[in-house]
């Protein structure tokens, strides 16, 4: 056993040995301390284990590209960015050439709807015009009967189409 003595004060000088100057490499905080290394791995240039029997490694930022090729050959579609962003763009192309053709034939879909509130609405307006008028007639009496009345075919047609509506309207109710 060797004993390592100081003395303070001492003329004679001891001799100390001389740290090295290779450095472990600590275990990084953030490394995984998982129990998944394999023993049998080896040390690669860049410190990282590389088991044995093993292939190929990943390509670090500093690698040539000698060390690239291994990974060509395995998928040599993994560097082709311009063939990922065709069909990135490809795909949303078909999305909107998709929703322009919907928009082209879809219908409204309350316009319809509304159309024929308006028109149920138009159709009540008539029918009180058409009471409102036949009320005024029944004040006014017997003064305008000598005088010839004129009544249009359009006014008839539409006569024959309010009674028409109302009697649907009567069924539906009833």
């Known amino acids: 056993m060797n004993k390592l003595s100081i003395e303070l004060n ?6 100390l040995k001389k740290p090295s100057t290779t450095f472990k490499q600590r275990a ?3 490394q995984d301390d998982s129990d998944s290394e394999r023993d049998d791995a080896v040390p690669t240039k860049s410190g990282a284990k590389k088991p044995n029997g093993a292939k190929f490694s990943l390509p670090n930022v500093g690698m040539g ?3 690239i090729t291994p990974i060509l050959e395995v998928d040599s579609s993994i560097y082709d960015y311009d063939a990922a962003w065709d069909d990135i763009k490809r795909v949303e192309t078909k999305k909107q050439e998709a929703s322009s053709i919907d928009a082209t034939q879809r219908k409204p879909k309350y316009m319809d ?4 509130a308006a028109e149920v609405r138009k159709r009540d307006q008539l029918r009180a015009k058409e ?3 036949q009320k005024e007639r029944e004040e006014e009496g017997e003064e305008f009967a000598d005088k010839e009345k004129f009544v249009t075919g359009a006014y008839r047609e539409q006569q024959a189409e309010m009674q028409r ?3 649907e309207e009567r069924k539906k109710e009833g």
Do not use: C, Q, V, Y
């Open 165 to 167: 509506l109302e009697e």
């Open 65 to 67: 590209k000698s060390s």
């Open 131 to 133: 009471r409102l008028l």
């Open 113 to 116: 709807n509304l159309l024929a």
């Open 28 to 30: 990084s905080a953030f």
């Open 10 to 15: 001492t003329a004679k000088t001891t001799h």
